[in-house]
């Protein structure tokens, strides 16, 4: 697939293919209809054209980002950073991610009278401007820009929104930024209650047209329930058929975020209802996107 061409580029072309000697055109031929006799291949060597990048929504998880200790890792903000720039001829990244809430307890401890959910909507507003400096820092210094966008499900229910949200996050990624999303958690409860941003994750992705949606926790993937109950944990690696997978896999909640197994499954349903492969990769191994995308590492694809 390649991009539209504009009238703008159809001159380039034709003014290159002139330089290059390699066919002969009258002014009345300016169009691109005489282009396209051309051999895409050929256009392709001379950087003439583009072929599309494939989309990814990476799903970063709170035990992913803190590789299971009480802060925020730099190491695997930059580790994810470096995946990125180096996938990013072929890929464009969009991301969800959790993290807030375990960014403001390295600085800060709340106490209230009030309801712990409470509590985590407020520390997630005093961690949010600290994740995303985190972010900011550590891209910025491989050369990748970085956009915050706080959504919540609302957003997703009304029809103005959805387009609001896809044209802005479409400009961003045209013009190089990675879109880093959470959940407006100041206004909204339920992924702080119920999801770590997976389905918040899922929803997005089917929005935004992805090709893969990957969510990044701290397991190699879905495990069946036996083989955790055996102690030797064993990673589906294939799932066509989510009826009865969430009754057959172990659960675990997470001990920064509020995620587990099961979570992860009704996200890859909303995901596959819409064609997109859900995979579910372990984050706290280094370079865990391109180990994926190269078969070097278990992990569940749901197709």
């Not at 256009?43 to 992913?64: C, F, H, P, V």
């Not at 985190?134 to 990748?144: A, K, P, T, Y």
């Not at 109950?229 to 009754?247: G, K, R």
Request: charged share 25%; aromatic share 6%; hydrophobic share 45%.
């Amino acid at each position: 697939m390649v991009h539209l061409w504009r009238w703008t580029d159809s001159i380039k072309l034709i003014a290159r293919l002139k330089s290059l000697r390699i066919e002969r055109l009258e002014k009345k031929d300016y169009t691109i209809l005489h282009i396209k006799i051309l051999n895409l291949k050929m256009l392709k060597s001379l950087n003439l054209i583009e072929m599309a990048k494939k989309r990814i929504l990476l799903k970063i998880g709170s035990n992913t980002l803190t590789k299971e200790t009480n802060h925020i890792s730099r190491g695997k903000v930059e580790d994810i950073g470096v995946q990125i720039a180096a996938l990013s001829d072929d890929y464009e990244f969009i991301i969800v991610s959790s993290g807030a809430i375990a960014a403001a307890k390295q600085f800060v401890k709340l106490e209230s009278k009030g309801k712990e959910i409470v509590v985590k909507q407020a520390l997630a507003s005093i961690g949010q401007p600290h994740l995303m400096r985190i972010f900011h820092e550590n891209f910025s210094d491989l050369g990748l820009l970085t956009s915050q966008c706080l959504l919540s499900y609302s957003d997703f229910e009304k029809e103005q929104s959805k387009v609001n949200i896809v044209n802005t996050i479409n400009v961003l990624v045209e013009n190089n930024y990675i879109p880093i999303i959470n959940e407006n958690d100041t206004v909204a409860t339920d992924e702080i209650q119920f999801g770590d941003n997976d389905k918040l994750a899922a929803l997005a992705a089917v929005l935004l047209k992805v090709d893969i949606l990957i969510i990044a926790t701290n397991t190699n993937g879905i495990y069946t329930k036996a083989s955790i109950n055996n102690e030797v944990p064993e990673t589906i690696l294939i799932v066509e058929d989510l009826t009865s997978l969430a009754n057959e896999v172990g659960d675990s909640k997470s001990s920064h975020g509020t995620g587990g197994m099961q979570s992860k499954i009704e996200a890859a349903a909303i995901a596959k209802a819409a064609h997109i492969e859900t995979w579910v990769v372990n984050g706290l191994n280094d370079n865990f996107i391109l180990q994926a995308l190269e078969n070097k590492i278990p992990f569940t694809k749901i197709v």
